[in-house]
């Protein structure tokens, strides 16, 4: 099963509550590339002596590094928080999304697993979002697929009606950015508004009726300084605006086609140490369960 990453074309921070947290008005999109692969399959386990659930998770791929495989990993909370007792479950992920970039690796896997135990159980569609809101703010998300406005603390997950086929450009550097770190730096700096809006392609005006812009961007490439000079790298390959994806540290750029996306991707990739993808939006929201 195919976890695709989840792309924000604009993320608009909305308020901070009384605990911290901020609320956003996000377009949230779910491309093809990249994407991990989820296999989960029954397996036998010790735990199952003593009446409890054995779930067994290995992680490889290009984008494996200090990827845990252990119950901190989504993907296995995920699994705990579904499979029925006396049940065993083998997980394993081949990652191919870079942790730290801003792309929802993480909450796309676990969004991939409850859709698959959802599926094989019958879970219904409400017990599958209690699990999903329980991870973390993007598994909702993840989990709905397609084209979705996102509000709140990632709550609320409203479906929209995509007007049409998206190329993208996704670039992304060297290094991490802390999405706590960003957030805090956002703070520290008075709680600016991004002023690089990024025009929405014709189509797809009607879709969002905010700018395309990144709240978040500010404060991230305060934090990350080398942020600025990635960032005006890709939009001199791509010949187009880039935009910061999620909290960072990945760049997207919106392409007139898949061709120049491809062409666009492949010239960036090449430079050394820089990974760079062409994916387009997946317009679909994702099969759930029947219930």
Not at 7 to 13: D, E, I, S, Y
Not at 42 to 53: H, K, M
Not at 223 to 234: H, I, T
Not at 253 to 271: K, L
Request: glycine fraction near 10%.
């Amino acid at each position: 099963m195919r976890a695709n990453a989840k792309l924000t074309l604009a993320l608009h921070v909305t308020g901070v509550l009384p605990d911290g947290y901020h609320s956003l008005d996000a377009l949230v999109v779910e491309v093809d590339a990249p994407s991990d692969v989820i296999t989960v399959s029954e397996s036998l386990s010790d735990a199952l002596a003593e009446g409890g659930t054995g779930i067994s998770c290995s992680v490889h791929g290009p984008a494996s590094s200090g990827v845990p495989s252990d119950d901190s990993n989504l993907a296995v909370r995920a699994a705990l928080a579904l499979l029925p007792a006396g049940s065993s479950l083998s997980i394993d992920i081949e990652k191919n999304v870079p942790s730290g970039a801003g792309l929802g690796g993480g909450s796309s896997d676990a969004a991939a697993v409850i859709r698959a135990l959802s599926l094989k159980y019958g879970v219904s569609d409400a017990r599958a979002d209690e699990v999903a809101l329980s991870l973390g703010a993007d598994v909702l998300v993840c989990l709905r697929g397609g084209v979705n406005r996102m509000e709140g603390l990632g709550e609320i997950v409203t479906p929209l009606a995509s007007p049409g086929e998206l190329s993208v450009v996704i670039a992304t550097p060297p290094f991490q950015c802390s999405t706590p770190a960003v957030y805090r730096t956002w703070d520290e700096l008075g709680g600016p508004t991004s002023d690089r809006v990024i025009e929405a392609p014709e189509l797809w005006a009607s879709v969002w009726a905010g700018e395309w812009r990144n709240d978040l961007e500010p404060a991230a490439e305060r934090l990350a300084p080398d942020l600025v000079e990635f960032r005006m790298m890709v939009e001199k390959v791509c010949g187009r605006p880039a935009m910061l994806a999620g909290s960072g540290s990945s760049y997207a750029v919106v392409m007139p086609n898949s061709g120049a996306a491809a062409a666009a991707a492949t010239q960036i990739a090449a430079i050394k140490g820089l990974t760079a993808w062409s994916g387009r939006v997946s317009t679909a929201p994702q099969e759930r369960s029947s219930t």
